[in-house]
């Protein structure tokens, strides 16, 4: 007989329980295992190595005013980041995007289009309010490391 349960917790932790007792052998994840880099903000990392996987947090544009220009700068720190972590964005896995106005997304792909060339990595875009007014983009991306 399936067990019922009352809540999403006592679920998942019957479900990580059940495939571990299955498991012919577990994997113990430490906090030696994960790198966190540039941590000089007291909310996050801008970039965490973890098995293999390069994740930066997400990035802005704050010098500059419009999308294209957000954009330009923010890859351009986005590149950074991932040659800082010893990677690089031929590696790139996935790509998140926030627009302030999703009316932006043909501006925002021409730059993006030109800067990723041939590394395309899976991609999502959507229209989200940002943390300040005169941001217009903010870009996350994960990488695989070299």
């Not at 577990?26 to 909310?43: C, E, F, H, V, Y």
């Not at 330009?72 to 896995?93: F, I, Q, R, V, Y």
């Not at 730059?111 to 875009?125: D, L, S």
Request: aromatic share 6%; hydrophobic share 40%; charged share 20%.
């Amino acid at each position: 007989a399936r067990p019922s349960f009352t809540n999403a917790r006592a679920l998942s932790k019957h479900a990580f329980s059940t495939h571990h007792a299955r498991s012919s052998s577990t994997t113990i994840m430490s906090a030696a295992n994960i790198q966190r880099l540039k941590g000089d903000d007291p909310r996050m990392s801008q970039i965490v190595i973890h098995n293999g996987v390069c994740y930066l947090s997400g990035q802005v544009g704050l010098t500059t005013t419009t999308v294209e220009e957000q954009t330009k700068e923010t890859l351009d720190k986005c590149e950074a980041l991932l040659l800082e972590a010893g990677t690089s964005k031929e590696n790139l896995l996935t790509c998140m995007v926030w627009l302030k106005d999703i009316s932006d997304a043909p501006a925002f792909n021409s730059v993006y289009n030109a800067w990723v060339e041939g590394a395309k990595p899976t991609r999502a875009c959507v229209q989200a309010p940002l943390a300040r007014e005169s941001l217009l983009v903010e870009v996350q991306f994960t990488a695989a490391m070299p």
